[in-house]
């Protein structure tokens, strides 16, 4: 059964910092993993997908790294504000036929900027 | 364009009472999902569909029924609700996992 950690459950930095945040998952057999960012009280909005042919995704200030033979990903995150707080998770699509290819959610890593 | 809504927003029931959760969302996917989510746990999947008329077991589905009768419309059902069906509540649409805000659950 896939295993999705991240580590550490929280995280505070101060304002302009650079950071990484971390994701390991068991089953390097995965079809993608994907970044969410969840805001207090908030639904999830996706960040980044990277797919297991992919080594990295970048959108903005935010990159995203997979080593799929290792079983890990990483949110790279530049110049950091204090809107950049909230909870990021990832979660990995298993590599497998049939339909949906459910995700296996981490349980997140809650991120605090200070001004 | 609203995405995806649920409502309701918030409820609280007491135990042993049913309820219908109602997800909705305006961007002809044919893939939906419920999600559970507790603290420390991450999201949980209890059920999902691939299409109208279709719905299939998550990964905590006991407790839970769900029916996709129109394409836009995914409802997730508590037939007798039990205090460990206390969480929060999110659907999603689409394989890019398009979220809605979430239904806070209480059940006492």
Not at chain 1, 80 to 108: E, H, I, K, M, N
Not at chain 2, 69 to 84: I, M
Request: proline share 5%.
């Amino acid at each position: 059964k896939q295993e999705v950690t991240q580590i550490p459950a929280a995280l505070s930095v101060p304002e302009g910092e650079n950071l990484v945040l971390n994701c390991s998952f068991t089953d390097s057999a995965i079809y993608n993993l994907q970044w969410f960012r969840q805001d207090p009280g908030k639904g999830l909005t996706s960040l980044l997908l990277i797919q297991s042919s992919q080594r990295e995704q970048t959108s903005g200030r935010l990159n995203a790294s997979l080593d799929k033979s290792s079983g890990r990903s990483t949110l790279y995150i530049a110049a950091s504000q204090p809107g950049d707080s909230a909870t990021y998770l990832c979660a990995v699509r298993p590599w497998r036929s049939g339909s949906a290819r459910q995700l296996t959610f981490g349980s997140g890593t809650q991120l605090t900027v200070l001004p | 364009n609203a995405g995806v809504t649920q409502t309701p927003k918030f409820r609280v029931l007491k135990t042993g009472q049913s309820m219908t959760l109602l997800c909705a969302q305006d961007m002809n996917h044919e893939y939906m999902y419920w999600y559970r989510q507790d603290p420390g746990m991450g999201l949980r999947l209890i059920h999902y569909s691939v299409g109208e008329g279709t719905t299939a077991k998550g990964e905590v589905p006991d407790g839970y029924n769900v029916s996709r009768l129109k394409k836009q419309n995914f409802l997730l059902g508590l037939e007798s609700a039990a205090p460990s069906q206390t969480s929060v509540y999110f659907c999603a649409s689409g394989h890019e996992q398009y979220f809605g805000p979430g239904t806070r659950l209480t059940v006492t």
